[in-house]
Antibody
Framework: EVQLLESGGGLVQPGGSLRLSCVASGITFSSFAMSWVRQAPGKGLEWVSGAAGRGDDNRNYADSVKGRFTISRDDSKNTVYLQMNSLRADDTAVYYC??????????????WGQGTLVTVSS | VMTQSPATLSVSPGETATLSCRASESVGSTLAWYQQRPGQAPRLLIYHASTRATGVPARFSGSGSGTEFTLTISSLQSEDFAIYYCQEYNNWLRTFGQGTKVEIK
């Protein structure tokens, strides 16, 4: 069974930083691309960032977070990270860790974590 | 841009629900559908426009290609009342539709 366990969410002031982590089990982690998808309260789903698998360095970001967020992965720890800097109120959302359906940046989202809530407020 | 219709669909248990998703430009068959029940994470239902994900009941079916796609849910069960999202993965932006809420009539 695939499990994706997120951590690192919480309350942060505007302009602050947070680092989300997601540990995966039940999959050959290095073989899959991993993504972060967020959902603002009462709103729909928004893809945030993705990191290709198989040792590929391809990293992609939504325009809304480009230059502020950084995705990384440590295949030795089966973990993907999202470093979030210069946080704004409109970054407030549940952040889901997602295992893509394959290794590339052009995949559907096969398995989802339960999400971690990030609240940006003073 | 992915556009879903209707925004809300009222259906009685046991009936069939038909949800639509339109892409602003052709995405071939790179279209997925997700279900999100209240308070839960989304769940993959359909990928490649018509392939059911592991464990998804046969009452869920997807069709279409290019710019027009349909998710059909036959014989609606109580656990099927949820929000459904389509998503294209023809490019790395992976854009979602705004969702269709299927509610009990």
């Amino acid at each position: 069974e695939v499990q994706l366990l997120e951590s690192g969410g919480g309350l942060v002031q505007p302009g602050g930083s947070l680092r989300l982590s997601c540990v995966a089990s039940g999959i050959t982690f290095s073989s899959f691309a991993m993504s972060w998808v967020r959902q603002a309260p009462g709103k729909g789903l928004e893809w945030v960032s993705g990191a290709a698998g198989r040792g590929d360095d391809n990293r992609n970001y939504a325009d809304s977070v480009k230059g502020r967020f950084t995705i990384s992965r440590d295949d030795s720890k089966n973990t993907v990270y999202l470093q979030m800097n210069s946080l704004r109120a409109d970054d407030t959302a549940v952040y889901y860790c997602v295992q893509d359906g394959g290794w590339s940046a052009y995949e559907f989202f096969q398995n989802w974590g339960q999400g971690t809530l990030v609240t940006v407020s003073s | 841009v992915m556009t879903q219709s209707p925004a809300t669909l009222s259906v009685s248990p046991g009936e069939t629900a038909t949800l639509s998703c339109r892409a602003s430009e052709s995405v071939g068959s790179t279209l997925a559908w997700y279900q999100q029940r209240p308070g839960q994470a989304p769940r993959l239902l359909i990928y490649h426009a018509s392939t059911r994900a592991t464990g998804v009941p046969a009452r869920f079916s997807g069709s279409g290609s290019g710019t027009e796609f349909t998710l059909t849910i036959s014989s609606l069960q109580s656990e099927d009342f949820a929000i459904y999202y389509c998503q294209e993965y023809n490019n790395w932006l992976r854009t979602f539709g705004q969702g269709t809420k299927v509610e009990i009539k």
